[in-house]
């Protein structure tokens, strides 16, 4: 049973390309969520989503930055022309239909996104 | 936001009880208590969560006061790899996300 994977676990890029991340949620897993967390500060939420459907984008900055969670596939969270701000850890996380299970919420391990 | 206050940093001696406080004073009566950690870079581990009765696992307990306003974390016999940050998060029921504050360093020394 594995637990939600991340890939790439690392990602260079440099200054105005793309940088798109997955995130494969746990089996049975219906709902998936994305966390920023900049070099020695807190996780910041960036967005919700269950299938096919955004359920709260609050997070996510205005410009550049797209989340998807297609019917089929992993959820992408999408960095158009990345800047040097945007280096940071991504971390996602899946949960049921009831989140308030055993085990909450369930976290990858991230990709450490560097633009350079 | 995060409607939790943490201290930012703790010290506890390997092996002895490791008690993390939570103020939560503007809890509501649908909200549950989760706590996780985060060692080094990895991705944050759940812990435990409750929603006004002690709980307790196989990682930790989780002592939550008559009026909910505040809990604590209890690691009954700390040892050098639950050095982590650990944060507290309080979530309403049936409202799907968890937002995060600066939680609290915790450091185990031998």
């Known amino acids: 049973n594995a637990g939600v994977m991340q890939n790439p676990r690392h990602l260079v890029r440099r200054r105005g390309q793309e940088a798109r991340l997955r995130c494969s949620p746990m089996?049975?897993?219906?709902?998936v969520y994305w966390y920023r967390q900049l070099p020695e500060e807190g996780l910041k939420f960036m967005v919700y989503l269950q299938k096919e459907n955004i359920i709260d984008e609050s997070g996510m900055p205005k410009e550049r930055f797209s989340a998807e969670f297609p019917k089929e596939g992993p959820s992408i969270l999408r960095i158009q022309q990345v800047v040097r701000g945007d280096s940071a850890a991504y971390f996602c996380a899946s949960s049921p239909e009831d989140p308030d299970g055993p085990y909450g919420y369930t976290f990858g391990s991230g990709t450490r996104l560097t633009v350079v | 936001d995060a409607k939790t206050t943490q201290p930012p940093s703790m010290d506890c001696a390997e092996g002895r009880a490791a008690n993390l406080p939570c103020n939560h004073s503007t809890i509501s009566g649908n909200e549950y208590v989760y706590w996780y950690r985060q060692i080094h870079s990895q991705g944050p581990q759940y812990i435990i969560h409750?929603?006004?009765n002690n709980e307790t696992n196989e990682m930790a307990s989780l002592i939550i006061t008559e009026d909910r306003k505040s809990s604590t974390l209890i690691l009954p016999h700390a040892t050098l790899r639950d050095t982590a940050v650990y944060y507290c998060i309080v979530r309403p029921y049936n409202n799907n996300d968890m937002r995060f504050g600066a939680g609290t360093r915790l450091t185990v020394k031998p």
């Open positions: 089996k049975g897993h219906s709902h």
């Open positions: 409750g929603l006004k």
